[in-house]
């Protein structure tokens, strides 16, 4: 969690941010786009309307530290798993922006998982489960199947292998 800065995942999410958006992206760093909050509290709002209700566009520091804050707490509710959101700090203080972009991918695979967003979508698409049921029948008959990693090579052995160095044991030393 703790790693380096990813450009490319940064201008990625950005470009995905913008997409949302409908606005060209700013040519700003990554970290000052996103510190004050409004972004991302007006992507949750386009990803789910009226999530977070009030937008601090004016005020002091606490006031963009309640923007993040509720954008926050709107991922979460959205489906975002807790281990996947930075705190509030990583991204006011600027101090670990590769967890930012990390919990702006992890918000783009949970839209996958709401089917009335029509896209764009970030990231891979989550697997799903694949249930299967067998009969039976078909559970009896795989009883009787073989695998080779049961180990049907009729008695090979290591024996005569001198791939390698040997081990050389000195006694008396």
């Not at 450009?7 to 040519?27: D, G, H, M, R, T």
């Not at 709401?114 to 039976?136: C, I, Q, Y």
């Not at 049961?150 to 050389?168: I, L, V």
């Amino acid at each position: 969690m703790m790693g380096k800065r990813d450009p490319e995942q940064e201008k990625e999410s950005l470009e995905w941010i913008f997409a949302i958006l409908e606005e060209p992206v700013p040519n700003a760093p990554f970290e000052d786009i996103l510190q004050d909050g409004t972004v991302l509290c007006r992507l949750m709002n386009k990803l789910s309307p009226g999530i977070i209700p009030k937008i601090n566009t004016s005020g002091g520091q606490f006031k963009m530290m309640e923007n993040i804050n509720n954008f926050l707490k709107a991922i979460r509710s959205y489906g975002v798993p807790i281990q996947d959101v930075f705190q509030t700090a990583d991204l006011y203080e600027k101090k670990q922006l590769s967890q930012v972009s990390t919990t702006l991918f992890a918000l783009g695979r949970a839209t996958y998982q709401h089917p009335e967003w029509p896209g764009p979508w970030l990231g891979p698409r989550p697997s799903e489960e694949n249930k299967r049921e067998f009969t039976d029948e078909q559970l009896a008959a795989s009883k009787t199947v073989i695998g080779l990693q049961a180990g049907s090579n009729k008695g090979a052995t290591q024996a005569g292998d001198n791939t390698g160095a040997q081990r050389r044991v000195i006694v008396g030393k």
